[in-house]
Each structure stands twice: as structure tokens, then as C-alpha cells.
């Protein structure tokens, strides 16, 4: 299996829930993103990975908490979210260490509804 | 204060016409420009780039142009196919070491109308 891998591919929770979202790269990247992307926004960095160290955290709330156990593997946890959070949540990976313009490898993303 | 911006939100353009979307930035330190394609339901796709240095960079019916003084770029399509239609999203890169971080714009959906 190859590229970038984003599951569940839907998610419905309530408010209440506890659920995680998981992205698995086969690319050989050391590097690996969660983006959100709203309704006529544009992407929002959440969370950046880089050798499995976070190394930033655009002032997203605590409700999301992100694990990254691997270069290959990286987890955003989500509890007690609202209704606002509701969204496409896209993963993705690169090389890292800039190699120039070829930017990332995205997953399909997560379609999340929060009831 | 979004610092990557494209004004337009979609575009229809006739097939076999060329389809011109554009790209404002406010940040200089910008040093590279990416084009991304997205289908409905999937992640974007990396169509094309171009470095700071260069004002155009051409990949088949795709060319980006970059004119630095005005901070704009724009992604011509020529010419257009229907399956060209789908959410186009600009990006930038900010100079860094380390993890790429990428800023993008809210996107343009471009319909190529038969």
C-alpha cells in the first residue's frame, strides 16, 4: 500500500464521545500535518510533525490531541467536541527537510459531523 | 490576517478555452508557490509549483506565473478539459528548516462546461 492513508472515512460522534482519527504514510516522509478545512475557509494548519517531535500547534483547543507514535503513524484524538468542529480533517506527509516545491502528499481526508 | 487569497470562489470556462485562476499573497518571505487540484471527497493533489526566483514554470497545459512586485500569481489551463473541473487551491511555502509549512488560499472551484 502506498501514498497517504486517512481512516475512518466518515465519522459521525456526539458531543460527548471520545474518538480518534488515524493517518498511516507509506512514503518514507518525516514529516506529517493534520489540517482542517471548513466550509469557504481555507486549510488550517492544526498540528505539525516533524521526526515524531510536534513542533507546532496553531492555538488549537484541547478537545484535539494529536499523537504521532512514528514516523509512519499519526492519531488526532477527539473529545467533548461542538458542533463548529464539524469538518474535513485531511492528514498529510512530506520530506521534511525542504526538497524543494513538490509540497505534500494528502490523504482523502475525514469527513467529521459532530451532533 | 489570511495571507494567502483567491478572490474568486469559481470559474466556468468553456472546454477548449483557457482557464486563467489567480493568487494574491501579503507575505514577501514567501520563497515557493504551489497549485493543488481537489476532487470532491478526496485529498488535494500537487498540480504544480514555482520558486521565488523563477516568474513562470510550465508542465504540459499547465503554467504558473509569478509576478513578485505585485505579489500574484495566476495558473493558466490551456487547454481546458472537463476533467480539469474541481477546487483549485494556492499555496505557499514560508523559508524554513525542518517541517514544509504550507498557507493556503480558501480555493476556486473551476467548472469546464462541454
Known amino acids: 500500500e502506498t501514498g497517504v492513508t486517512q481512516t475512518p472515512r466518515h465519522l459521525v460522534m456526539g458531543m460527548t464521545n471520545k474518538k480518534s482519527l488515524k493517518c498511516e504514510q507509506h512514503l518514507g516522509h518525516n514529516a506529517m500535518y493534520w489540517y482542517k478545512q471548513s466550509a469557504k475557509k481555507p486549510l488550517e494548519l492544526m498540528f505539525v510533525y516533524s521526526l515524531e517531535e510536534r513542533v507546532e500547534n496553531n492555538s488549537v483547543p484541547s478537545r484535539f490531541s494529536p499523537e504521532c507514535p512514528n514516523s509512519s503513524h499519526l492519531f488526532l484524538h477527539l473529545h467533548t467536541l461542538q458542533p463548529e468542529d464539524s469538518a474535513l480533517y485531511l492528514c498529510?506527509?512530506?520530506?521534511?527537510?525542504?526538497?524543494?516545491?513538490?509540497?505534500?502528499?494528502f490523504g482523502s481526508g475525514t469527513r467529521l459531523t459532530v451532533v | 490576517d489570511q495571507q494567502v487569497k483567491q478572490n474568486s470562489p469559481s470559474l466556468s470556462v468553456q472546454e477548449g478555452r483557457i482557464s486563467i485562476l489567480n493568487c494574491d499573497y501579503t507575505?514577501?518571505?514567501?520563497?515557493?508557490f504551489l497549485w493543488y487540484k481537489k476532487y470532491p471527497a478526496e485529498g488535494p493533489t500537487f498540480l504544480i509549483s514555482i520558486s521565488s526566483i523563477k516568474d513562470k514554470n510550465e508542465d504540459g497545459r499547465f503554467t504558473v506565473f509569478l509576478n513578485k512586485s505585485a505579489k500574484h500569481l495566476s495558473l493558466h489551463i490551456v487547454p481546458s478539459q472537463p476533467g480539469d473541473s474541481a477546487v483549485y487551491f494556492c499555496a505557499a511555502f514560508f523559508p524554513n528548516q525542518g517541517a514544509q509549512k504550507l498557507v493556503f488560499g480558501q480555493g476556486t472551484r473551476l467548472t469546464i462546461n462541454p
Open positions: 498529510a506527509s512530506s520530506q521534511g527537510e525542504r526538497t524543494g516545491g513538490y509540497g505534500y502528499t
Open positions: 507575505n514577501s518571505m514567501f520563497d515557493y
